[in-house]
């Protein structure tokens, strides 16, 4: 299982090039009341471009700064590619040492210049990156030497260098041990794996990676046991590449940490790439086109083994095409260049930037991430209102189904099944699912999203944000109310809804009837609050008494490596169905442990009964009756079991200590 923040929101840019934007960007996102766990730094954060180092002239006290920033609840993260820089100057522009670069050097663990046709250069192979231009917005001209202001105004941010032969298992431990600095000195607690294919200059090769008759190396077991090493052109080992460097990274930064879950997310892959890393879709631009194609983008990895996907929300590059997705100005420079000058517009339109929030908000991987080279600004707190209200509705909601992401990743460990699912993976049995696979998906089993992935209100003039939604047949459906107003009339299975209607504050959901949805209370950031209790949320509908049909919750501590180095971990069975007699209706709920080694900080839970119009008569547990506390307060002061009935909503809640190893609860209409 991956960390349990690995599910928030994540912020990112190109462009925080320094400890103050940073700095600035957490601080708004917690006085914006908008959650976020992860704060990840491109590649500004290093020494000149020196892989595994950090700047002290951007960054200074950067243990000091990471620890602040962990305080406020923050993981950081940084960009870390596969070059390693033959620059000899450091951000000073003296000539540094570069004490990663020496130890995989000694190591001999650089590709060497040997091509098929028998060519060989001597040293390691070279080429380069190219990250773009400081058009200049960023003030630390100086700090990337020996780069300077060309004769267009602009500075060229490319780095020399070579690259490991990752193909060697010498090599990926070498590699992995690198991390020691940025993991251990200054408390990084993920890695973003950049440029992984590898990406090359197009200035330099014209393919932008390896030539194709570059040798690298492979490791094979022969029929004795023995490794063979044997040396292959990059056209035959291409894909391998990746793999194997993701596999260095997890295994390096696994053995610098041990007792910790680590966490990388990749631009690349191949297949087993989930073994290491989560995957995310690419530089995307900042239009509605990309919108669109994230949905099959995540569906497809998850059908491919890859449960961990999703896109930079907003989009990473600013883009200028015909049409609507015009939604920006160009940018420009305020002020004198490299001197308190600002990026101004290039900003990604407040409509697009809202429904990519509501979207991602319901995909495994969520981050806002843009090019603040090009791009003012990206972030849901810096634009006007409604746009920061309306993000932070389904940001708040993430948050709040948190348990539903985790099982939904421990689900996957078990079956395969991904999270985020296309529709005939549920429901494969109705033909009409596959004329809607690019457009709702599910999460998990029973939750339906049907996002607005096209324009309305930025239009000219503006049109009516509605689209089709298809209900499965099988199954009937509720209209998501999140606990907020009664649930209408169940829509049955096999319907077209052909306008609904969902302005900018909306993303239609719909629920499976007898769904079992277990919630969380509201964090800023995983594990805010000390004791974080579960409500069970039970839809009406067709009995899940079955060990097949029941909800299985799986609880650990999200972060450390107990779950799976020594079983700490708790799974349960979550049922429930409906008696009925001449007399009355009994709502039943039963949980049952089928692992407990692990002991939630939360010393009781919830359960609410969704879909009955009047009160219960009565609550029991275990035979035992329940109090009825009449409020929300009374039942949330209760010191044991109790029960109370929101008619406003017509929801019978249930307070209930997490006691009992199995346990049934009755409500009685």
């Not at 990471?66 to 003296?94: A, Q, R, V, Y």
């Not at 079983?567 to 007399?583: H, P, V």
């Amino acid at each position: 299982m991956p960390p349990r923040y690995a599910f928030g929101l994540h912020q990112g840019a190109y462009g925080y090039f320094d400890h103050i934007k940073l700095s600035d960007a957490a601080n708004a996102y917690r006085s914006n009341n908008i959650p976020c766990d992860g704060l990840h730094i491109d590649v500004d954060f290093q020494d000149n471009y020196r892989t595994f180092t950090h700047s002290e002239a951007k960054f200074p006290n950067a243990a000091a700064l990471f620890k602040t920033l962990h305080d406020n609840g923050f993981k950081m993260s940084t960009n870390i590619t596969p070059i390693i820089t033959d620059n000899e100057l450091g951000e000073s522009g003296s000539v540094e040492p570069y004490t990663q670069r020496q130890a995989l050097a000694a190591a001999n663990a650089l590709i060497p210049s040997t091509f098929a046709d028998g060519e060989n250069w001597p040293g390691p192979y070279l080429a380069g990156v190219n990250y773009g231009f400081n058009r200049g917005n960023n003030p630390y001209v100086s700090s990337y030497p020996p780069l300077t202001v060309n004769n267009q105004g602009l500075v060229p941010l490319t780095a020399p260098g070579n690259y490991p032969d990752f193909g060697l298992t010498a090599v990926r431990k070498v590699w992995g041990e690198q991390y020691q600095h940025l993991l251990n000195d200054l408390g990084l607690d993920m890695i973003w794996q950049d440029m992984t294919c590898p990406a090359i200059d197009g200035n330099i090769v014209a393919l932008k990676t390896f030539e194709q008759d570059l040798m690298m190396s492979r490791e094979s077991i022969a029929a004795n046991g023995a490794i063979v090493v044997d040396t292959l052109p990059n056209a035959k080992l291409h894909n391998s590449y990746v793999l194997n460097l993701l596999r260095a990274t997890w295994e390096g930064i696994t053995a610098l940490k041990p007792e910790t879950r680590q966490f990388i997310i990749a631009r690349g892959g191949y297949a087993g790439m989930q073994r290491y890393a989560a995957l995310w879709t690419g530089d995307s631009a900042s239009t509605w086109d990309f919108l669109r194609i994230n949905i099959p983008e995540v569906l497809n990895l998850g059908l491919s083994g890859v449960p961990i996907s999703g896109c930079d929300i907003g989009g990473f590059a600013k883009i200028n095409v015909d049409g609507i997705d015009t939604a920006y100005p160009d940018s420009s420079i305020v002020g004198t260049p490299f001197v308190n000058a600002v990026v101004v517009g290039g900003i990604t339109n407040y409509e697009l930037l809202t429904r990519w929030m509501h979207l991602g908000s319901f995909l495994p991987w969520y981050r806002n991430h843009y090019d603040g080279y090009n791009k003012q600004f990206q972030e849901p707190w810096a634009y006007g209102e409604p746009v920061p209200t309306n993000c932070r509705r389904y940001v708040q909601l993430r948050y709040r189904m948190m348990q539903i992401y985790y099982d939904a990743m421990y689900e996957w460990t078990q079956t395969g099944m991904p999270i985020a699912r296309a529709l005939f993976l549920n429901d494969g049995a109705d033909p009409q699912v596959y004329n809607h696979l690019d457009d709702q998906f599910f999460v998990g089993s029973d939750f339906l999203v049907a996002p607005i992935l096209d324009p309305h209100d930025s239009l000219s003039p503006p049109t009516s944000p509605v689209r089709s939604i298809y209900l499965p047949a099988g199954s009937d459906w509720y209209a998501f109310a999140d606990n907020t107003s009664p649930l209408s009339g169940a829509v049955s299975g096999g319907t077209l809804i052909s306008n609904y209607y969902a302005p900018l504050n909306l993303v239609p959901i719909y629920v499976r009837a007898g769904a079992i949805l277990p919630f969380c209370e509201l964090e800023q950031w995983v594990g805010q609050l000390q004791s974080n209790p579960l409500t069970f949320n039970c839809y009406p509908g067709p009995d899940r008494w079955t060990p097949d049909t029941a909800y299985r919750l799986y609880q650990d501590d999200g972060i450390s490596t107990d779950a799976a180095n020594h079983s700490k971990y708790r799974t349960s069975l979550l049922y429930q169905r409906t008696l009925s007699t001449s007399s009355k209706t009994i709502r039943e709920f039963r949980i049952q442990r089928t692992a407990d080694a692990y002991e939630p900080p939360s010393s009781f839970f919830y359960v609410a009964i969704l879909g009955s119009i009047t009160a219960p008569t009565a609550v029991s547990r275990d035979g035992t009756a329940l109090p009825d506390v009449n409020t929300p307060d009374g039942l949330n002061n209760s010191p044991g079991d109790a029960y109370y009935w929101n008619e406003s909503i017509q929801v019978a809640f249930a307070k209930l200590s997490d006691i009992k190893s199995d346990s049934t609860i009755q409500f009685v209409y």
